[in-house]
């Protein structure tokens, strides 16, 4: 059964690209919402002023460096009760006063926070597919037994969801189709990988997002994740996920059955669109966004992924067979290497290529507590970093 609207709500990510959605959702349906917690990392200007709107109850913050510029910012008429540091977040993720958990902190910080929220039973708008990465089967195995429900996010998986609706039973199934914009790199060859810039790599065509995930869109790797996060939503072995490019993010994934017909999910790319539904789950509500007009689109075209060019794809499906430490390391690099691509220290191609080189070293670890996933988490970032 859902929780009863008004829906009290903690944003964990608040101050970031799906927390602005989220939040201008919130504020197009206040009688839905209380907004009972928001959590935000180094920010604490921007959650401050955040917080100086929506007036949660509770506040949180990554360090101290940014509990000072929050409560510099504060208003004088109002004190949250704020939360500091890693421990904050998994605090928030099971509080007793939430319903919903909207997951929307970037990377493998959001895993401890995912989990916590699972095993308290809550309700989680899940934007964070880091986390499914990290310990989709640790993640599901605490939903199962709490009986905690995810809601998809992420728009491709919230496709699926819709999609899927009704038709739940495996044998009907014959596979899921992610739709991938093919990022600002479509088309493009090696040779012009080698050179290309933050600032290019950062420029998607469609959609507005954080720095982090436009990269991984851009190398593919975002589709791979995407890949592996819906293989753990939807209970599928990777061979059943399929990849389609479709670069005006119209179509934004597909079910096919085993009949042979095939379910699209269409819409406007604006992240409020899965947001709204699964934080009014299973209503639908109003959002302010233009409207599709297939007319004014004209075409909608489709094409494969050149896996040569962009082999974080090819790579995230090997890591995801490979078994559930490869993920890890696989989420990892591609974090650690990221950073470095966008501090320009490493170029565009050293991406896949770093993946690929951690990934041969490998050799599979038991990962089947959570505490081993970090901890092999921590440890392959240490080695990386060593590696730069
Ligand atoms: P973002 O960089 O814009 O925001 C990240 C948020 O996480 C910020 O609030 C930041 O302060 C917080 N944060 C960062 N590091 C943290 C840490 N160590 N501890 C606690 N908080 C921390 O990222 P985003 O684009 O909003 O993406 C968030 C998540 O949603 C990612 O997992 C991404 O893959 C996923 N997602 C995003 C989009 C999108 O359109 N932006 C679409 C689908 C999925
Ligand atoms: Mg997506």
Not at 26 to 55: I, M, Q, S
Not at 253 to 258: D, G, H, Q, R, T
Not at 323 to 350: M, Q, Y
Request: aromatic letters at 6%; glycine letters at 8%.
């Amino acid at each position: 059964p859902s929780p009863p609207f008004p829906r009290r709500l903690v944003i964990l990510g608040a101050t970031g690209s799906i927390g602005d959605s989220a939040l201008k959702v919130v504020a197009g349906h206040p009688e839905r919402f209380t907004v009972t917690a928001l959590a935000g990392g180094r920010n604490g200007r921007k959650l401050a002023a955040l917080c100086a709107r929506f007036r949660p109850q509770y506040a949180a913050v990554l360090d101290d460096a940014a509990r000072t510029e929050f409560l510099d910012n504060l208003p004088g008429d109002y004190a949250p009760e704020l939360l500091v540091g890693p421990e904050a977040f998994d605090r928030l993720a099971a509080l007793d006063e939430a319903d919903l958990i909207l997951s929307a902190i970037v990377g493998a910080a959001g895993f401890a926070p995912t989990l916590a929220a699972a095993r308290a039973g809550k309700m989680i708008g899940l934007a964070n597919k880091e986390s499914l990465v990290l310990g989709g089967h640790l993640i599901r195995a605490a939903c199962r037994a709490s009986g905690a429900v995810i809601l998809p996010v992420d728009s491709e998986h919230n496709a699926l969801f819709q999609g899927l609706a009704g038709h739940g039973r495996d044998e009907e199934i014959a596979r899921l189709i992610l739709t991938a914009s093919g990022g600002p790199f479509r088309g493009k060859d090696r040779a012009f990988l080698e050179t290309v810039t933050r600032e290019q790599a950062l420029a998607h065509p469609n959609w507005s997002m954080g720095a982090k995930i436009s990269v991984d869109s851009a190398t593919l790797l975002n589709k791979g994740l995407e890949l592996i996060e819906a293989c753990h939503l939807y209970g599928l072995p990777p061979d059943r996920v399929d990849v389609v490019v479709h670069p005006q993010s119209i179509v934004h994934s597909l079910v096919e059955y085993v009949d042979g017909s095939q379910l699209a999910h269409m819409g406007t790319p604006d992240m409020q669109v899965p947001i709204a539904h699964c934080l009014c789950f299973p209503e639908r509500v109003t959002v302010d966004v233009p409207r599709l007009r297939l007319a004014e689109v004209g075409r909608l075209t489709f094409e494969a992924p050149d896996l040569d060019a962009f082999p974080c794809l090819r790579l995230a499906r090997e890591a995801f067979d490979a078994g559930p430490s490869h993920p890890i390391v696989l989420n990892a690099i591609n974090e650690i290497a990221v950073d470095a691509f966008l501090h320009e220290r490493i170029g565009f191609t050293d991406i896949p290529a770093m993946i690929e080189a951690g990934l041969d070293r490998h050799a599979p670890v038991d990962v089947s507590t959570p505490e081993a996933v970090l901890a092999l988490d921590r440890e392959v970032r240490r080695e990386t970093e060593a590696r730069l």
